[in-house]
């Protein structure tokens, strides 16, 4: 069952461009929302992240919009750079453990 | 360096072999969780541990899964009988009782092929 779902499954962009990558939950005891961004041979890291009773947060180019009732949320690149190609997963995290629960990954490219 | 570490990065087995994985957290993060990852696909929780005690497992991690963080440190997880399935990259990654702020932090993980 796949609680987090993510869209498109990849992405490419001209340099300067704004790729947006797109998630809906189903779960509403989701309490945070992450997003990673995971080189080849890396793990995940994490690059942005966000409460439910947030609208929205910047940080840096990496915006995240978040609409509650919709059980939608977004990540935006703005001015987007060849570094930032990379596959990025969006997450949604429950319960006293903090268990993370992982979108399938966009993989994004950045075109010069 | 005070990121997650893990070892081997590369594992290559028979099928039918052990494998073992070990996992050091960042040495102030009581919580660590293991995570499976195939090609093309998000992180798939395994099991999580607070200190040393394993509070959840998936239903992923078959019989022939075992994990354990003995005295709270670093952590092992063995797959007995490997089958060519199991073959994946598996992550680990640990947090503070304030892992909202930070989120988990991953190591580069351990790949694992079974041939």
């Known amino acids: 069952q796949q609680q987090v779902k993510q869209s498109p499954q990849s992405l490419i962009v001209q340099k300067g461009g704004i790729p947006i990558i797109n998630c809906a939950y189903e779960?509403?005891?989701?309490?945070?929302f992450p997003w990673y961004q995971q080189f080849p041979g890396k793990g995940p890291a994490l690059l942005i992240a966000i409460r439910p009773d947030v609208s929205e947060k910047k940080e840096g180019r990496f915006t995240i919009s978040f609409n509650k009732s919709a059980k939608q949320f977004s990540l935006h690149i703005m001015d987007s750079q060849p570094g930032d190609s990379a596959t990025y997963f969006c997450?949604?995290?429950?319960?006293?453990?903090?268990?993370?629960?992982f979108g399938t990954g966009t993989k994004l490219q950045v075109i010069p | 360096d005070t990121g997650v570490s893990q070892d081997p990065r590369h594992k290559i087995t028979k099928r039918g072999q052990n494998v073992t994985f070990r996992c050091d957290p960042i040495?102030?993060?009581?919580?660590l969780y293991w995570y499976r990852q195939t090609l093309g696909q998000g992180p798939e929780f395994l099991t999580y541990?607070?200190?040393?005690?394993?509070?959840?497992k998936s239903r992923l991690l078959s019989d022939r899964f075992s994990a354990e963080r003995p005295k709270g440190s670093f952590s092992t997880l063995e797959i007995q009988r490997t089958e060519q399935g199991d073959s994946a990259m598996y992550l680990c990654a640990s947090s503070s009782r304030g892992g909202e702020v930070y989120g988990y932090t991953f190591g580069s993980g351990t790949r694992l092929t079974v041939v």
């Open positions: 997450a949604a995290r429950s319960g006293g453990y903090q268990k993370v629960t």
């Open positions: 779960n509403t005891a989701f309490d945070y």
């Open positions: 541990f607070q200190n040393e005690a394993q509070l959840e």
């Open positions: 040495s102030e993060h009581n919580r």
